[in-house]
């Protein structure tokens, strides 16, 4: 498949998500599994993309379903159908859906989107990425005391940031990061983030210019559903490193 | 109660205040970002004076003789007095995060007693006098009735204190993580107050901000049903040391807790 096709059905994966997350209002909307940190709509909304994956020769990659779809097929597509799922649930206007394609050279291309807002960004592999017709690039902060830093969890000692985000979706917040919005983002808890957490916003930054990597420096292009990467992504290569440096657990 | 005040009456005329703010803010968004890197500051200066003028209009001709205190121009801060945040959360507006808030809130005898926080760019209006309710859009709402497990706090970074404060800060920021389910930090903490009156977060924390931060929306959320303090539990001392603890009444107990336990 080509990457506009992916992208094509990745729209249509967006719009089935959008579908049935606005048919979920009051307690239906915030109901919860028996899965830690799941909720009915991360259920719902998968079954609603998984249909529309399912029509295009891919293997699916789903933080709620695992590994699906045709063995050999030449492109994997790793998806969170809610990244932000607490937000959704309380109608926190940072939420969204997050599908990356995979094929044999690597990324290819990915589509984020914030459900609440309807702002979508696209990367493709060598072409950049977009929101609309607005290219994004990242800004140019080299300096911790410049930066404004999207958090998960929480580093100790707290950095010499000019100030910081805890806004609770990681794909949301590494676009942030590609768009200028964000200098940077780092995740202080270890090993907790799965590849369709990051793998969508991964390409974005990657395109728009701006720097991601693994805390320990292992791969982050991987599609297993066990696997678990820490993030730190920033606008600048010194200011990832300022940034990783700062945040190290002592 | 505040008997020499016609409170639906200036309800009404903060309402009004803040949407007009609100046009200004709406208005400027967007084209704000490209002129941070030519000339850091000044372009958002416009736009929050003009917000502020706005503000400023309305209440001058709804409320003539109480004075207001503005986050950008001053002013007089009487026993009887408006407190105005013309563009709360200017970092967001900088980079096109449209969590930003308009907060206009009168303050008599030392507590707020009407209270408009509007959120322009997200579509939300949020007020609240003194006995009467707490609304959003026109709906009543309700602080969460979450217990502290299941519950996220918002807070902020107390960047207007001196460094000195993080030594009291960050322990407290470390151990919310470990109480409750999670935490935000939007950038706007007259939305971080509204979101708490609404239960969309279900409470909130941050140390030295400025009255026109926080009167109106501690006031949503005491009128949500929810409670106000300092650090140390003061009912009133926050409005003036911006050390300001809100929430449910089991979040904010649990908020103090964690304080007093930092």
């Not at chain 1, 080299?142 to 910081?164: F, I, K, M, N």
Request: glycine letters at 12%; proline letters at 5%; one cysteine or more.
């Amino acid at each position: 498949m080509s990457h506009d096709e992916l992208l094509a059905l990745f729209a249509g994966a967006a719009g089935a998500q959008h579908d049935v997350i606005a048919a979920l209002t009051g307690q239906a909307r915030r109901e919860r599994t028996m899965r830690p940190g799941q909720y009915a709509l991360d259920v719902a909304a998968d079954a609603a993309v998984r249909v529309v994956l399912a029509r295009a020769e891919v293997r699916v990659v789903s933080e709620e379903s695992g590994t699906t779809g045709p063995e050999h097929a030449a492109v994997v597509v790793v998806v969170d159908p809610v990244d932000g799922s607490t937000n959704c649930a309380r109608e926190i206007p940072y939420w969204g859906i997050s599908l990356c394609a995979i094929d044999a050279d690597g990324l290819l291309c990915a589509l984020v989107e914030n459900g609440a807002t309807g702002e979508r960004s696209t990367a493709i592999r060598g072409m950049g990425a977009w929101q609309g017709t607005a290219r994004l690039t990242p800004s140019t902060n080299q300096r911790l005391e410049d930066a404004v830093v999207a958090v998960s969890g929480s580093p100790h000692p707290v950095p010499r940031w000019r100030q910081y985000r805890a806004l609770g979706s990681t794909a949301l917040a590494l676009c942030d990061v590609a768009a200028g919005r964000l200098d940077a983002f780092v995740d202080c808890v270890p090993d907790a983030e799965g590849p369709w957490d990051y793998l969508g916003g991964l390409l974005v930054c990657r395109e728009a210019g701006a720097h991601v990597v693994d805390r320990l420096d292992r791969e982050l292009v991987v599609c297993d559903p066990t696997a678990r990467r820490q993030v730190v992504a920033a606008a600048t290569p010194e200011l990832l490193e300022a940034v990783r440096a700062s945040t190290e657990t002592p | 109660m505040t008997p020499s005040l016609d409170l639906d009456a200036l309800l009404g005329v903060a309402i009004t205040a803040a949407e007009a703010g609100g046009r200004v803010v709406s208005d400027s968004f967007g084209a704000a970002r490209g002129v941070e890197a030519k000339g850091p500051g000044d372009w958002v200066s416009e736009a929050d004076v003009a917000s502020e003028r706005a503000v400023r209009g309305v209440l001058a001709q709804g409320a003539p003789r109480i004075p207001v205190f503005g986050e950008e121009e001053g002013g007089e801060r009487g026993e009887v007095g408006w407190f105005v945040d013309p563009l709360d959360g200017t970092t967001n507006f900088l980079r096109g995060f449209p969590v930003v808030g308009v907060s206009v809130g009168l303050v008599a005898s030392g507590r707020p007693v009407v209270g408009v926080v509007s959120s322009p760019l997200l579509g939300s209006l949020y007020n609240a006098r003194e006995g009467g309710g707490a609304f959003r859009n026109g709906r009543a709402v309700r602080v969460g009735e979450r217990p502290p497990v299941e519950s996220i706090c918002a807070t902020g970074f107390p960047f207007r204190a001196t460094r000195g404060r993080m030594s009291e800060y960050a322990p407290v920021l470390e151990q919310v993580l470990r109480t409750f389910e999670d935490l935000r930090r939007p950038g706007a903490a007259s939305l971080d107050l509204a979101w708490s009156a609404d239960g969309t977060f279900d409470g909130f924390f941050e140390l030295s901000l400025g009255t026109w931060d926080v009167a109106a929306g501690a006031l949503l959320v005491r009128e949500a049903g929810g409670i106000v303090t300092d650090w140390h539990g003061d009912a009133d001392a926050w409005l003036w040391s911006g050390d300001i603890v809100a929430g449910s009444p089991g979040v904010h107990e649990q908020l103090l807790e964690v304080i007093r336990g930092a």
